[in-house]
């Protein structure tokens, strides 16, 4: 039966004169292209070896297009099972010393104290609240770890005045109004951590310097 092996039986008709494709067109053997004698809904062919030949074709073709699908599946599978919540504090760390570094030479931002038997990187919008804000520069300032980020909860009506007196009001609305929302990818947290890990280096060397 002239039949490419994957077509369901019962779809291959044998052409009839008006046997066109859609739109009319008159179909051509998908081999050689001489006006076809038999086709299906996926192909068109005009002799036993042609159709046997096409048949090949768009197995050979099914058959790699499955193993590309199949790779694709298990790379992204791979990546997922890498674990991105871990991933994101490594980041969070990281983008954390270089808040402290950056800020190794001022007080506290709710409380000016300015020893502390700990310092912490406080978010003046929380991470759970705003976690678009996580990563943000103005969000995020030296603190002390106690009383200020702990024991009060950020401190937040001091860490406000606090933060208009660093980097204005202006700059502190435009944060109170940020409802963005962000979705990173592995790639932008890997690419985050990285970017700050190389600035909390610099800062360093620079504060070696001196
Ligand atoms: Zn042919
Ligand atoms: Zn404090």
Redesign the pocket.
Known sequence: MDRPAGTERGQVRKAQPAAAGEKGVKRKCGICRQPAKYYSPVAAWCSHEHGAELAKRLRDKAIAKKAKKEKQETRIRKQSLKPRSKLLAEAQSAFNAYIRARDASLP??????TT?AQWDAGHYRSVGAASHLRFNEDNVHK??SR???KDKSG?LIEYRKGLVARIGVARVEALENDSRTLRLSVEDIQAIKAKYKQMTRELQHEADRL
């Open positions: 506290c931002i709710s409380c000016g104290v502390a603190q002390c009383p200020c980020n401190n």
